[in-house]
């Protein structure tokens, strides 16, 4: 394990979350960098939309290589977000974080949803992670299962078996998107490993999710779309001529030296 991969992993501390912010391109990267964020993740929704393409449908291979390489430079711990790891062939996916890893990034979230909207087979997602795990020891190995984000039917003991296994693969953390804020400290108590779960705006914060044990907080595509939100905000409120009411921008001369290196 190298420095920076077991910096990452300390960064995960069942009641002490740590707070990754997802970013999209090596602005958003350098910005979170640059406002003391110790790590951040890329976000699969931001990386596909702004290169034109749709996310989880595995179209954005390249694109996350080479945004990978642009933030190799930054002070900052990357986790790379490879939806399903673009293959079903669990070799292929192992040297695709391999090249990941090349590239500086220490961790990759990898996650059993499918592009029509069902799960992969547990053994197949099982087989993905303990492939990655071999080739790539140190990595740290975010295993993500979508049995609450797709809305399957009951989703509980879907959820709890692919825990399960994903444990006994090799996995290093568990990611439970959209699973009920109810069900949050059993699910620390069953996955053994650091949990991560999503922010939800308006539901606990990190603080109350720390008392529930989680380790790691993510934000998602929330970063990316908000931006985009400011970023209509502004264009409708000058079109009307209105103040847009929004905090100050970063000035110009900041965000130019952002990619000054």
Known sequence: MTDR????HALHQPGRPVLLPNAWDHASAA????RGYPAVGTTSLGVAAAAGKPDG????RSENLDLARRLRGL???????????????????AGYVAELAALGAVGVNLEDGRPDGTLAPVELAAAKI?????AVPGLFVNARTDAWWLGVPDPLPAGLERIAAYRAAGADGLFVPGA???TV????AEAGLPLNVLHRPGGPDLAALGRLGVARVSTGSLLFRAALGAALHVADAVRAGRDAGLPAAPDYAWVRDLSAG
């Not at 002070?75 to 996916?93: N, Q, S």
């Not at 400290?185 to 620390?188: F, P, R, S």
């Open 185 to 188: 400290g059993m699910l620390v």
């Open 130 to 134: 303990a492939a990655v795990r071999e």
């Open 31 to 34: 910005a979170l960098a640059a």
């Open 57 to 60: 449908t595995g179209a954005t």
């Open 5 to 8: 991969t077991a910096a990452f």
């Open 75 to 93: 002070p900052v711990l990357l986790t790379v977000d490879i939806e399903d790891g673009f293959d079903d062939d669990p070799a292929a996916v």
């Open 180 to 182: 009920p804020d109810d």
